[in-house]
Each structure stands twice: as structure tokens, then as C-alpha cells.
């Protein structure tokens, strides 16, 4: 995988930290199981993904707890959720539609995304107007303290969305609120 590809854009105090591919395990990366105890999804309902798990120190923000778990509906189509976390736990305040799709986004999509560690590139300093405008419509407006947005990878070894959706660019966005350690994410798209 190309170092150059950023996997995950993070932005918080006007810096952007590109996440890229890792050669060495660190605190931070796409994809892998979660290892969170998940309450409040449908039993019958397909389980989450692990978009990115997300390590603070390595992005040296502070205020934010170590182990940042960044979860999606990949089988819900249009998902938007809601959740809160501690240690150990997520709890899912809201999701949105409850049920899984069997084909979304396509079928046998994969139970796993693929594991990938990540480093954080060459941090930069910019404003919020800068970071979103290089993606599909996200809020005029920061939206929270922490912005992750997540492509689809090129070169993860997995198509997200299937190749009409990876080609549309959409992208995964959470917002995310440090103290309080909640999560709100959705997806845009061109």
C-alpha cells in the first residue's frame, strides 16, 4: 500500500492529521474487529464495522481518551448513528435504519475490513474551510471539537462501497465530541 494515500483525515485545532498505511503496529488503524462490548444494535440485525480505531497520543490531541473507536453501519444503507463509549463499551444511542440491508452495500460484503496500521503523515495547520472543501458536502461549519473523514481506500485491499460508490467518493464523517466521548457519523457523497 502507498504511504502517499491517506486512509483517514482527521482535523481538530485547526490541524489536519492524514492518516496513511504503517509498516509497524501503532495505536491507530483502519479496519480489525471491534473489540468493544456493543450494546443497543437489533440481536437480529447485522453487526457494525471497526471503521478506524484511533489512538489520541498519536495525534497528540489532548483532552481525549486513548482508545478512540470510530464504528459504522457498512450494511445499513444511508446510515446515520449515534453512539457514546468508555473503555470498554459502546453504547448506540441511535441508528438509523434500524434493520441491515442483506446486499448493501453489495453482496457478501466482508464481515472485517481489512486491518491496517496507521501513522500520522505530515501534520498540517489549516482552517475548517480548507479541510472540507475537499470533500462532498460537509457542514459549512466545524461540527465538532474532532472531524474524521473517511474515504474509500484505494489501496486497503477492500471496495467499501463497491466500485459505483468508491468512485462517487463517498465518504464516512464523524463528529466527535471529546469530553463527552460521543460519536455522530453519517456518510457523504458527490
Same mark, same amino acid.
Given at each position: 500500500?502507498?504511504?502517499?494515500?491517506?486512509?483517514?483525515?482527521?482535523?481538530?485545532?485547526?490541524?489536519?492529521? &492524514? @492518516? =496513511?498505511?504503517?509498516?509497524k503496529?501503532? *495505536? #491507530?488503524?483502519?479496519?480489525?474487529?471491534?473489540?468493544?462490548?456493543?450494546?443497543? $444494535?437489533?440481536?437480529?440485525?447485522?453487526?457494525?464495522?471497526?471503521?478506524?480505531?484511533?489512538?489520541?497520543?498519536?495525534?497528540?490531541?489532548?483532552?481525549?481518551?486513548?482508545d478512540? &473507536? @470510530? =464504528?459504522?453501519?457498512?450494511?445499513?444503507? *444511508? #446510515?446515520?448513528?449515534?453512539?457514546?463509549?468508555?473503555?470498554?463499551?459502546?453504547? $448506540?444511542?441511535?441508528?438509523?435504519?434500524?434493520?441491515?440491508?442483506?446486499?448493501?452495500?453489495?453482496?457478501d460484503?466482508?464481515?472485517?475490513?481489512?486491518?491496517?496500521?496507521?501513522?500520522?503523515?505530515?501534520?498540517?495547520?489549516?482552517?475548517w474551510?480548507?479541510?472540507?472543501?475537499r470533500?462532498?458536502?460537509?457542514?459549512?461549519?466545524?461540527?465538532?471539537?474532532?472531524?474524521?473523514?473517511?474515504?474509500?481506500?484505494?489501496?486497503?485491499?477492500?471496495?467499501?462501497?463497491g466500485?459505483?460508490?468508491?468512485?462517487e467518493?463517498?465518504?464516512?464523517?464523524?463528529?466527535?465530541?471529546l469530553?463527552?466521548?460521543?460519536?455522530?457519523a453519517?456518510?457523504?457523497c458527490?
Amino acid at each position: 500500500m502507498p504511504v502517499s494515500e491517506p486512509i483517514i483525515r482527521a482535523f481538530c485545532n485547526n490541524i489536519e492529521y &492524514p @492518516l =496513511v498505511a504503517s509498516t509497524k503496529h501503532t *495505536g #491507530c488503524f483502519f479496519g480489525g474487529p471491534i473489540e468493544w462490548k456493543v450494546k443497543g $444494535i437489533p440481536k437480529s440485525s447485522t453487526k457494525l464495522h471497526q471503521i478506524a480505531r484511533l489512538h489520541c497520543s498519536q495525534l497528540d490531541i489532548l483532552g481525549c481518551i486513548n482508545d478512540f &473507536p @470510530l =464504528v459504522y453501519g457498512m450494511r445499513f444503507s *444511508g #446510515c446515520q448513528i449515534a453512539y457514546r463509549f468508555t473503555s470498554r463499551e459502546i453504547t $448506540i444511542d441511535s441508528i438509523s435504519p434500524r434493520v441491515a440491508s442483506k446486499d448493501w452495500p453489495y453482496e457478501d460484503y466482508p464481515a472485517l475490513l481489512p486491518f491496517v496500521p496507521l501513522r500520522v503523515a505530515k501534520k498540517q495547520k489549516m482552517n475548517w474551510k480548507r479541510f472540507s472543501d475537499r470533500f462532498w458536502n460537509l457542514p459549512e461549519r466545524q461540527p465538532a471539537e474532532l472531524v474524521v473523514v473517511v474515504p474509500p481506500p484505494a489501496t486497503a485491499g477492500v471496495s467499501v462501497w463497491g466500485s459505483s460508490g468508491d468512485a462517487e467518493e463517498v465518504s464516512i464523517v464523524f463528529e466527535c465530541d471529546l469530553s463527552s466521548q460521543k460519536v455522530k457519523a453519517y456518510n457523504v457523497c458527490s
